[in-house]
């Protein structure tokens, strides 16, 4: 379960993905995953979003860290407007703006977070969603590894 919570901060999310097992194969386990989230309440959202650092910010876990790979070489003024941004983005939405940025450099996360502004705040909770659910399968795809292998029994399944 630890491995689980390590891709998303939620123990519920964590638990009830588990409580799937054994997996028929890695779409079985992802749509599983995803199915679990969609189904959160929103308090629980929130406890999954604790677990993410702003973007640009400090961050706390490797995850985080080499998802957020293209922001660390970024210049002091596109910084300084990604922080501008995750504070104006707080005040507006009460949570941390949440993005999948992996791949996505710096610049590319503030175009993202200026336009996400625009949102009322039932779209934005569902495009926050959205993003979740995206991360969380990157985390679950990186923990599983390559997807070379034929015979699921070989291959790594979350504890």
């Known amino acids: 379960m630890h ?11 964590a638990r009830r993905v588990l409580a799937g097992k054994p997996f028929e194969s890695r779409a079985s386990l992802l749509d599983r995953a995803d199915r679990v ?17 702003r973007i640009g910010g400090q961050v706390d876990n490797k995850s985080s860290e080499r998802e957020q790979a293209g922001v660390s070489g970024a210049d002091s003024a596109v910084l300084t407007a990604l922080a501008d941004g995750n504070r104006a983005y707080e ?16 610049d590319e996360l503030l175009g993202i977070l200026t336009e996400r502004l625009k949102n009322d705040p039932e779209t934005e909770r569902r495009v ?26 070989t291959r790594k399944e979350p504890a």
Request: net charge negative; with cysteine; glycine share 6%.
């Open 3 to 13: 491995a689980l919570f390590e891709c998303c901060s939620s123990s519920i999310w």
């Open 37 to 53: 989230l969609a189904e959160l309440p929103e308090a629980e959202i929130d406890a999954a979003l604790d677990g993410h650092p």
């Open 91 to 106: 005040e507006k939405f009460g949570y941390v703006y949440l993005v999948c940025a992996s791949g996505k450099s710096a």
């Open 128 to 153: 926050m969603r959205s993003e979740l659910t995206k991360i969380n399968r990157l985390r679950l795809e990186r923990l599983l590894g390559p997807d070379d292998v034929d015979d699921t029994s």
